[in-house]
């Protein structure tokens, strides 16, 4: 790798992680080290409608499960699992 590469971010050690989840039983591939609420959404139905409340789980090989509202992110992993189910507001 030249100098010139290592200072416009190029090179191995700048590459951008891909990491590789399931949406709805859909393999995804997310750059990143987190993902928000809004994108677990988005890839699940390729909207996020605000007539709609979104119920957004999750499982992870490597540490508890649990929900995401709108507005958290969470930490993802390989083989991360997202199940995401549309409610309509009452």
Do not use: C, W
Not at 17 to 24: A, D, R
Not at 28 to 54: D, K, M, P, S, W
Not at 62 to 84: C, H, R, W, Y
Request: charged content about 20%; hydrophobic content about 30%; proline content about 4%.
């Amino acid at each position: 790798m030249t100098q010139e590469n290592a200072q416009h971010g190029q090179g191995v050690g700048n590459k951008p992680s891909t990491t590789n989840i399931i949406v709805n039983a859909r393999p995804r591939h997310v750059e990143g080290t987190e993902i928000t609420y809004a994108t677990v959404v988005q890839l699940a139905f390729g909207e996020n409608n605000l007539e709609i409340i979104y119920t957004v789980s999750y499982t992870a090989p490597k540490m508890p499960d649990g929900t995401l509202v709108e507005g958290q992110s969470v930490a993802i992993e390989n083989g991360m699992k997202f199940d995401v189910k549309r409610t309509n507001r009452s």
